[in-house]
Antibody, heavy 126, light 110 residues
Framework: EVQLVESGGGLVQPGGSLRLSCAAS????????MSWVRQAPGKGLEWVAN????????YYVDSVKGRFTISRDNAKNSLYLQMNSLRAEDTAVYYC???????????????????WGQGTLVTVSS | QSALTQPRSVSGSPGQSVTISCTGT?????????VSWYQQHPGKAPKLMIY???KRPSGVPDRFSGSKSGNTASLTISGLQAEDEADYYC??????????FGTGTKVTVL
């Protein structure tokens, strides 16, 4: 059974840092792209970042570029999100998700998100 | 990277059909056949309901179906049931290894 368990959320002051973790089990972690998706309180889902199987390629939504870093440790079956220079608007539940890939004439497409964790809440407030 | 546009809410009586639209651009919905739909009940994680525009993962009832025309994708729930009451989000691949979600639609079963 595929399981994704996030941890590391909490209350942090504006400008502060936090590192989220996601422990994966039930599948060959090193064979999949992985993602972070967030949801602000009462708001919709927002894709945050994708990382390739070996960690060599990383992609971010513009609003977090330069502040957040996605990484992974395939030996530990773990995904991470290092969040720096946090702002009030980063307050959200952060979900770890496994993502499938598709290959066609245009190359590789990263979609859909087939398994999700339960999420961890990050609150940025003074 | 603007969010895809969905209606804020739709509603229907048990047994009826409802359709949720998801409008993007030629850079996302219109450019790729990689639209997916997610169901989210309050306080729960999203669940994949449709992928690649119209495919259903194992275990998803065939009451759920997807389609796409141009820059607009749609999710139809036929034979609406009480347990279908939830928020629904579309998502599209947007090129360059990035994704974009829709604004979300609340489905109410009357």
């Amino acid at each position: 059974e595929v399981q994704l368990v996030e941890s590391g959320g909490g209350l942090v002051q504006p400008g502060g840092s936090l590192r989220l973790s996601c422990a994966a089990s039930g599948f060959t972690f090193s064979s999949y792209w992985m993602s972070w998706v967030r949801q602000a309180p009462g708001k919709g889902l927002e894709w945050v970042a994708n990382i390739k199987q070996d960690g060599s390629e990383k992609y971010y939504v513009d609003s977090v570029k330069g502040r957040f870093t996605i990484s992974r440790d395939n030996a530990k079956n773990s995904l991470y999100l290092q969040m720096n220079s946090l702002r009030a608007e980063d307050t959200a539940v952060y979900y770890c998700a496994r993502v499938q890939t598709r290959e066609d004439d245009d190359g590789i497409a990263v979609a859909p998100f087939d398994y999700w964790g339960q999420g961890t809440l990050v609150t940025v407030s003074s | 990277q603007s969010a895809l546009t969905q209606p804020r809410s739709v509603s229907g009586s048990p047994g009826q059909s409802v359709t949720i639209s998801c409008t993007g651009t030629s850079s996302d919905v219109g450019g790729y056949n990689y639209v997916s739909w997610y169901q989210q009940h309050p306080g729960k994680a999203p669940k994949l309901m449709i992928y690649d525009v119209s495919k259903r993962p194992s275990g998803v009832p065939d009451r759920f179906s997807g389609s796409k025309s141009g820059n607009t994708a749609s999710l139809t729930i036929s034979g609406l049931q009480a347990e279908d009451e939830a928020d629904y989000y579309c998502c599209s691949y947007a090129g360059s290894y990035k994704n974009v979600f829709g604004t979300g639609t609340k489905v109410t079963v009357l």
